[in-house]
C-alpha cells in the first residue's frame, strides 16, 4: 500500500458546507492508475461495440478495451462473441484486421484455424497432439467472461462475479430505451471511426463529457459559428436538470437552440428540413404520445455510463468510450448513431452536426482537448495546489444541467471503488 | 487546363503551404472556389468516400470554411491560442489527371505543429481538384487523406492540414 491509499480517500466533503473537492493527485499519481486498473475497469462492465457493427455473419472488429485485445464478430449462426484475441497456442493475436469480413481466423504463426465463435478446428500436424485435443475448451479462444448486450450495446465485463449488466445499468436502460426509440427500425452506427487521444487523464473526459458549466466559454466560437449561419439556432434557451443514477452513472437532459435531426427543427434546414422533421415527430407522436414524443425530441442529453461511456444524444448521437495509457494520456474512440431507416437528407445533417461540434475536427472538441490538457499541465502543481472544486450547486434539490452533481455522481464512486478495502 | 505544368501547380501548393504556416489564414482562404469542399475523412473508410454517408473528422463546405478560419483567427479558438508554430512539407506532387477545366493532383504532405512543447506530426496525401479562374489557380476540393491510424497522438486537427 503506497502513502495515498493509506489516506483512504481522495475527496473532501462537507455537505452542510457544500464543499466537494477532489485531490489533484488522482489525476497523476501512478499507483492511483494501477488500483483504477484492478477495481475498475477489472470490474466494470464496459463498452464494446453496437451490435450494428456486425450486420451479416462473419463480421468482426478487432478492439482495445482495458488493454485486452478483443475480437468483436457474428459467428455462423448469428450469435454475437466478444473473445480474447490470443492463440491459445503460443499467444500471438489471431486476427489482425480492424474489421472484415471473415469464413474462420487463422492464426499465421502455427497456422491453427478457428471458427467464428472461437473454436479450433484444424492445426498443422494435429496427429501429433492428443487425441482429445480439439475437444478441450483450452484448445479454443477465449470468451470474454461476461459479454450482455442491451439494445444493441453490447458491454464485456472482465469480472465473472459481476452483476448482470441489467442491473448494473438500471435507470441508465430508460435513456438508452430514449436513444434506441428515435428508430423505427434500429439504430446502427454511421461508417467511419473518430480516434484521437489526448495527453490528459481519463477522468477529465469524463468530467468534461457532463459539464454542461463549460459550454458558453469553451465553445465561444461554436455560438459564433451557429449565429453566423443565418437561421442555425433556435430560440430555445439552455435549460435543464442534471441527474445522479446510482452507481456513478448520470445523466444531463436538457434543452438547447441546435438542431436535433430527431427532431428539433432550425431555419437553416428549410422547407425540405421542414417537413422531414415533421413527419419525424408525427412517428414518434403515433409511435409513444405526445408526451415521451417531446421528451425523445426536445431534449437532449449527455449521458455517462460508469467508468467510460458516454452516450450524448444532442445535435448528434454520440458513442464515446476512452482508457487511461498513462496518467497524463488517454485513447478515445467515438461512432456516429443513427435510425438505420433515416432518409438521405436527415444522414446527411446528422453528419454534419456531429462534425460542426464534435470530434477532433470540430469547432468545439479541439477546444474541449485543449481545456483537459491545461487541466493536465496545471496538475504539475498538485503537490502545492492540490485540490479541485466541483462543489456547484451543491444542497439544490433539483441541480441545473450546468451544476456539478453528475461530477460528484462519478467521483464519490469512483473514491468507492479506488478506495474499498481489498477483498 | 492542358497547359498547366507541374512546377505551375508545385509553386501553388509551396506559396499555400507558406499562407498556412505563416498564419495568413484570410488570405489562404482566397486560394479557394466559392463551391469548394475541403474535407478530413477518417482513417478507416475509403479515400472517395462522402461525407454525406460516413463520420469524417473535417467536411467543410466553402461557408464552413470560411467560418473555420474565422474561429481560428478569434482568441477564444482555444484549441490554437496562442497559434501552435507549424510547418507544411509538400512533397511528391504529381498531376494525376486533367481535363480543359481542371487537374486532380496528388501530393504527399508532413506537417508538423507545435505548441507547448509538444510537437505533433500530421501525415498523409492531399488530393487536390485545381481549376483556373481569371487566369490564376484555385482549389475546388482538398480532399486530406491521413495515413495515420487515426489521430493518436495528434488528438486533433486544430491546425489547417
Known sequence: MNAFQRMNTALMVDEAKQIFKVSRQAFVDPDILEAERTRIFDKCWLYLGHASELPKPGDFVTRQVAGRNILFARDAKGILRAMFNTCPHRGAQVCREKHGNAKSFQCFYHGWVFGLDGALRSQPGEASYAPDFKERSTSNMQQVPRFETYRDFCFVCFDRNAETLDSYLGPVKEYLDIIGDQAEASMTIVGGTQEYSMRANWKLLTENSIDGYHALTTHATYFDYLKATNGGLVPVPLEGAARDLGKGHAVLEYKAPWGRPVAQWIPMWGDEGKREIDRLYQGLVTRFGEERAKRIALFNRNLFVFPNLVVNDIMAVTIRTYYPYAPDFMTVSAWALAPKEETDWARKYRLFNFLEFLGPGGFATPDDVEALEQCQRGFRNSTEAQWNDISKGMGKETPAYDDELQMRAFWSNWNKHVFAPSA | ?161
Not at chain 2, 481560428?72 to 508554430?85: D, G, I, Q, V, Y
Open chain 2, 1 to 161: 487546363m492542358q497547359n498547366i505544368t507541374r512546377a505551375d501547380v508545385e509553386d501553388f501548393l509551396f506559396a499555400e503551404a507558406e499562407l498556412l504556416d505563416e498564419w495568413r489564414l484570410p488570405e489562404w482562404l482566397e486560394l479557394f472556389t466559392d463551391d469548394a469542399i475541403y474535407y478530413v475523412p477518417s482513417t478507416d473508410v475509403p479515400a472517395d468516400s462522402s461525407p454525406d454517408k460516413n463520420l469524417f473528422y473535417v467536411a467543410d463546405d466553402r461557408f464552413r470554411l470560411s467560418e473555420r478560419v474565422k474561429r481560428l483567427m478569434k482568441r477564444t479558438a482555444h484549441a490554437e491560442f496562442p497559434h501552435s508554430r507549424t510547418r507544411h512539407l509538400v512533397s511528391n506532387v504529381r498531376i494525376r489527371s486533367r481535363s480543359d477545366s481542371e487537374v486532380e493532383v496528388a501530393a504527399a504532405f508532413i506537417t508538423y505543429r507545435t505548441k507547448d512543447g509538444v510537437t505533433d506530426i500530421y501525415f498523409g496525401s492531399n488530393r487536390y481538384r485545381l481549376v483556373a479562374e481569371n487566369g490564376r489557380l484555385r482549389i475546388k476540393e482538398k480532399r486530406c487523406l491521413l495515413d495515420s491510424e487515426g489521430l493518436r497522438t495528434q488528438g486533433r486537427v486544430s491546425i489547417i492540414l
